[in-house]
């Protein structure tokens, strides 16, 4: 079974830290995915990744960056953590070629005071 | 012309009953429609998906029904569960272009009450 794991559940943090959010497939996939949840707005794409060390803006890319030095590893960073990135983050994976299934973590839900 | 949209936003439905939830999008190149399940506390994951060759598809008691003149696409659940209790995302894409990505719709949080 293809497992995506996130580094938390749950994170408090204060308005202006650094953010890390870490998340891991165990398939070998190629592309991986960072969307936030919030309640009437569905899944909006942060950002995704097609290949080690590559990185494409998503929809909502402003106040967020990524990192991904190994292929099985995706992070996202929060520079400087604001009240409005309260939200449940989630990681996604997904192979390619074929339709292939897209794979979400359990999430992370971040809150920002 | 990304956009996939999603109706009801929420929907409560009787056990046994039939739930549905209808979706439309406007960029005729999409040519994959899945629809994802997420429980409360877990990450969405692959329920069922059609692609446009075909106008419906069943599993079990989910079935899709794809209307490609209408730009339309529906997920209908038979004999809903309280189990199947869940947000209900639909999604598209064009699979054949260039760095597809899924577009999803908003949601649809279905309760089945016993």
């Known amino acids: 079974d293809v497992k995506v794991t996130q580094s938390s559940r749950y994170l408090v943090k204060r308005t202006g830290e650094k953010v890390f959010l870490e998340c891991v497939q165990d398939?070998?996939?190629?592309?991986m995915f960072w969307y936030r949840q919030d309640p009437g707005l569905g899944l909006r794409l942060i950002y995704f990744?097609?290949?080690?060390?590559?990185?494409e803006k998503g929809d909502i890319p402003e106040g967020y960056s990524v990192s991904r030095e190994k292929k099985e590893r995706f992070s996202l960073i929060l520079e400087s953590a604001s009240t409005n990135q309260t939200s449940m983050y989630l990681c996604?994976?997904?192979?390619?070629?074929?339709?292939?299934?897209?794979?979400f973590g359990p999430g992370t839900r971040l809150l920002v005071l | 012309q990304q956009q996939v949209k999603q109706s009801p936003q929420s929907l409560i439905v009787q056990k046994g009953g039939i739930s549905i939830i209808n979706c439309a999008y406007e960029?005729?190149?999409?040519?994959?429609f899945p629809w994802y399940q997420q429980f409360p506390g877990k990450g969405p994951a692959l329920l069922i998906a059609?692609?446009?060759?075909?106008s419906e598809k069943k599993e079990g008691r989910f079935t899709i029904s794809f209307n490609k003149s209408a730009k339309q696409f529906s997920l209908h659940i038979m004999d809903s569960q309280p189990g199947d209790s869940a947000t209900y995302f639909c999604?598209?894409?064009?699979?054949?272009?260039?760095?597809?990505?899924?577009?999803f719709g908003k949601g649809t949080k279905l309760s089945v009450k016993p």
């Open positions: 398939m070998d996939h190629e592309n």
């Open positions: 960029n005729t190149a999409f040519d994959y």
């Open positions: 996604a994976s997904r192979a390619t070629g074929g339709v292939e299934t897209q794979y």
């Open positions: 990744s097609y290949d080690v060390k590559m990185k």
């Open positions: 999604a598209a894409e064009n699979y054949g272009g260039s760095q597809g990505n899924l577009i």
């Open positions: 059609i692609r446009p060759d075909v």
